[in-house]
């Protein structure tokens, strides 16, 4: 993009550079920024940390119960 | 009966238990990632295991439908979004309206502010587990329905479309409309536990 400055471009594709969605091209270029720009790397970091914690708070284990229940509705086997 | 004879019949038949009991062996081993899915669509643990339920119910009875060597997962996702939606838990709508942060970078430049740390772990841990559960809660469900499938799930946009049977396109926006209303929400937590 013409004329955006070069933080700015970063911040907008950091959701697609997380989620492994950008083309090499583009996945270089922000690289590259991040390489050189502490102000991105730190936001970034924070970003991937943040996805990390929503995945583990939201890591609630199955009641075995409901597994056992699930196994039930299998097909029997004669 | 068939024409091609009882030994042929006899044949088929055990290949075809034989293949179901793999489809089912293979939709077993996905239901902690199931139930995990579920249970960040819906409100309560009850109506979560209600809903896997369903979905391995459903599953199992149209094996059929499933081609073998597809995106199981994928296939397996849909039916349980399917059943979440036929189960009218979509009354709530998404303030058209509601203004949003600007950018991406506003929750981590915010709690930086109002914690004076720099360090981006120490920042994060400001933010409690059940307070992320609660935020994500609040986010509308057509835009949950995506973060939860792309941030917990693990699926790509690609799969997400698929599974939810919206453009790749809309994937894109509600994620990245939801996972704003999801960071504002933590943002204004944050600032009361603060207060």
Known sequence: ?78 | MSSNGPETDARRIASDARERVRFEEEVMDLADQVYRVARRLVPTREEAEDLVQETYARAFRSWRSYTPGTNLRAWLFRILTNLNIDRGRREQRAPATQPLEEGDYFLYNRLEADSGSEDEERIVERLSQDGIVDALSVVPHDFRDVIVLVDIGDFTYQDAAQILDIPIGTVMSRLHRGRRILKQQLAEAAVQEGA
């Open chain 1, 1 to 78: 993009m013409m004329g955006l400055d070069p933080c700015a471009k970063c911040e907008e594709v950091l959701q697609p550079f997380l989620d492994r969605e950008l083309s090499e091209a583009e996945h270089a270029a922000a690289e590259a920024h991040l390489d050189e720009c502490s102000y991105c790397r730190k936001r970034y970091r924070f970003e991937e940390k943040l996805r990390m914690y929503v995945r583990q708070a939201c890591a609630e284990q199955m009641r075995p119960e409901l597994k056992a229940k699930l196994a039930a509705l299998r097909t029997p086997i004669i």
